[in-house]
């Protein structure tokens, strides 16, 4: 593993005004096929939907779930993350993951294992506002650090009942922050 592993504590950035115009997110709301792999369930959406970041364009190939979260922001985790999984359309080897923060509510723990959705509304999975953006790792797998990270500032309130019970029972658990080393993290304000 090398000096730029995920995930990582967001405390102190750099604001960067320009930086909201170097994203865009094509979503919609999609059908997904569930598979088991070794880190967990990912979901692969049926449909194509794109990242554009900073003139690149990647293609969604999976989406994952963690609780809590993988980001913390200033020494805290938050409830649970969601990874949208994006690989460069030119360049395979190179990945955008657009991370949201998820608030699950206050309901009680149930104690079932919610069953995973095969529909997913995914833009209502992405909150409006800003994002941090630094370059890092997978946080999975071998660590590969071949990773463009958005980090989206703001938490989604989860409406989907079917999509929180199974975040609060079967998300995958989080990898534990590593260090920042010389990196920045930039912010869009």
């Not at 320009?18 to 088991?36: A, K, M, N, S």
């Not at 959705?117 to 790792?137: C, M």
């Not at 309130?157 to 999509?163: K, Q, S």
């Amino acid at each position: 593993m090398g000096e730029q592993q995920s995930p990582i504590n967001i405390g102190r950035t750099v604001a960067t005004p320009d930086l909201l115009d170097q994203l865009e997110i094509g979503w919609r709301p999609d059908r997904f096929t569930v598979q088991e792999g070794p880190e967990g369930l990912r979901f692969a959406p049926r449909g194509t939907h794109t990242a554009h970041l900073s003139d690149q364009v990647y293609r969604l190939v999976n989406l994952h779930f963690h609780r809590p979260s993988e980001h913390w922001v200033r020494g805290r985790p938050m409830q649970a993350e969601m990874h949208a999984v994006h690989l460069r359309v030119d360049d395979r080897l190179h990945a955008c993951v657009v991370a949201v923060f998820l608030d699950l509510g206050d309901a009680p723990e149930t104690g079932g294992a919610g069953e995973p959705p095969t529909w997913i509304d995914l833009p209502a999975l992405l909150p409006e506002g800003g994002f941090h953006r630094y370059e890092g790792s997978l946080t999975t797998g071998e660590f590969t650090e071949n990773v463009s990270w958005v980090v989206m500032r703001e938490a989604v309130t989860v409406a989907d009942e079917g999509l929180r019970a199974f975040v609060r029972s079967r998300a995958d658990h989080a990898r534990p922050v590593q260090p920042l080393n010389r990196r920045f993290v930039l912010t869009t304000g």
